[in-house]
């Protein structure tokens, strides 16, 4: 996370700089990933499916159970070999619903009691699958994926997935989960809704500017800028070498972030933290040391509030950095590692 403090100038740097290699701290994310990080792994679908559990009410006093909804969660895994496995069509597409070995035997038990036999369990789940899906069908609000129906029982790679929906339920305060196994068509659908329904409220959440990846910033002395900014110079930001950056708005910490590799790009992925606006020292200068900067406006900012949100930058991960004052690039600097905290070279 990038930190206020004055910083300064190595003194004595033979031996002690360092190239710096992004290689060392970044993760590389799947570019399936980044793709639905703003929309799909981040969209709630519970949102709708209003009244999806209150339907299940006449089948569950009739066989005496108690069932609650708990996590209903996007996510990019798949249904596993080992999983019961029913071919559906959802909106239009091939999609799969599985259910794991321990849930599927829970649910087949509590709906059939005594049951045993694996040929057995596979019709009464069959059977509970068919009614979640006309349930399903049912409560969709805003949406088009409604299952038309349940072709039996598949395998796990016998249809084109992308993502799921992850349902965890307890039955009888027992643990049981579902997938939802979805293919692009439906995965793009729900990432469209969900960037659309940020985006009709992104007009009074955030006005447009410069979104700028900060490494560090410094308080500076005006009667030391000079030194500061003079071609070699190299400057111990005093932070430790991490992914961590900061997203600034303007002069305003926006969301703190770590550093990511897609697909060859440097990418920022928003993570859960709280952040303060720094203020520098009284009689200084306030130094920021960035990465890059790009316009957005109030959409991609609404999209980027997210914990989880990605921004993919039009540059490689590399050792270019510049240095900004009052949000005006005063010169190019190149990041490096000094006594293993990050440092620049003012070029």
Known sequence: MSATGQGHIASDTSGDVESFDWRRVLRSMDPLEARYANGFLRCHPEKWFPGIGARWSPLLSAVGSDLRVGEIKPTLVLPDAQALCFKAILGG???????????????AQEIAPGITKAKEMSVVLEYVVQRFLAIVGMCQAGTDVAAVEVDGRCTSSDA?????????????????????????????????????????????????????????????????LTEYLSKGTVIDLEVPVSDSV??????????????????????????????????????????????????????????????????????????????????????????????????????
């Not at 597409?93 to 649910?107: F, V």
């Open 93 to 107: 597409e091939a999609g799969i619903i599985a259910i794991d070995a321990n849930s599927a035997r829970l649910i």
């Open 160 to 224: 084109s997935l992308v993502g799921s929906i992850k349902i965890s339920f307890s039955l009888n305060s027992s643990p049981v989960s579902a997938l939802i196994g979805v293919g692009e068509k439906v995965a793009d659908m729900m990432d469209g809704l969900w960037r659309r329904q940020l985006h009709s409220a992104a007009r009074t959440s955030h006005q447009p500017g410069t979104l700028r990846v900060e490494v560090a910033q410094l308080g500076v002395p005006p009667q030391m």
């Open 246 to 347: 900061t997203l600034r708005l303007g002069h305003k910490a926006f969301m703190p972030a770590r550093l990511v590799e897609v697909d060859g790009r440097l990418g920022c992925q928003v993570v859960q933290g709280s952040l303060t606006n720094l203020a520098v020292p009284d009689g200084t200068s306030r130094l920021s040391i960035e990465l890059a900067s790009v316009a957005a406006d109030a959409a991609r900012l609404t999209e980027l509030s997210q914990v989880g949100s990605v921004l993919v930058l039009d540059m490689t991960p590399g050792q270019q950095a510049s240095i900004v004052i009052n949000q005006e690039k005063v010169a190019d600097a190149k990041l490096c590692v000094y006594q293993g905290r990050f440092a620049v070279e003012v070029i």
